[in-house]
């Protein structure tokens, strides 16, 4: 089972090396990971995606909650938060069929960001399954590469997200 995790940390050089190494040394595999600013210049926060049982995602929270610079751990539970992703999926297309890609991008919500002579970039925000299901019907013209970020969460509702094992 998919855990996702907000971990807010100190905006520090080396946080990030820090996490995903403590997290290899216990075999723990990182599925996805995403880090960026917050509201507050010197805390950035980090989302994880790991796999494994309840108790391996204890464990995980346990391990992560003792690096000194980890200040409070989230898990996000996807019925509770708003997941996305963002896509770069550079296609190859003659001049003839870039319509075809015009309109499946047009379906999936999808933004054409470049066009060149023999290939077109799509690019795509969404959860996990639907940027699956552009790649399934963009293999079809023959998908040179994809470029996709990490899974960011956010909790749903009026009030920022409730973070525990607060140090």
Excluded: W
Aim: with cysteine; net charge negative.
């Amino acid at each position: 089972m998919k855990h996702t995790l907000a971990v807010l940390v100190l905006n520090k050089p080396g946080v990030l090396a820090r996490i995903s190494g403590l997290l290899s040394r216990r075999v723990f595999n990182i599925e996805s990971i995403a880090a960026g600013y917050t509201e507050e210049p010197d805390i950035t926060r980090i989302t994880l995606v790991v796999k494994g049982d309840d108790q391996e995602l204890d464990q995980v929270i346990k391990q992560l909650s003792k690096l000194i610079d980890v200040i409070k751990i989230q898990e996000l539970h996807s019925s509770e938060s708003i997941e996305r992703e963002l896509a770069l999926i550079k296609v190859r297309v003659d001049p003839s069929r870039r319509s075809d890609i015009v309109n499946i991008a047009q379906v999936f919500r999808a933004n054409i960001v470049d066009v060149n002579r023999e290939t077109m970039v799509v690019e795509l925000t969404g959860d996990e399954e639907k940027i699956e299901a552009l790649c399934t019907v963009l293999e079809d013209y023959g998908i040179v590469e994809i470029v996709r970020t990490g899974k960011i969460a956010i909790a749903r509702g009026p009030g920022a997200t409730k973070f525990y094992q607060e140090q």
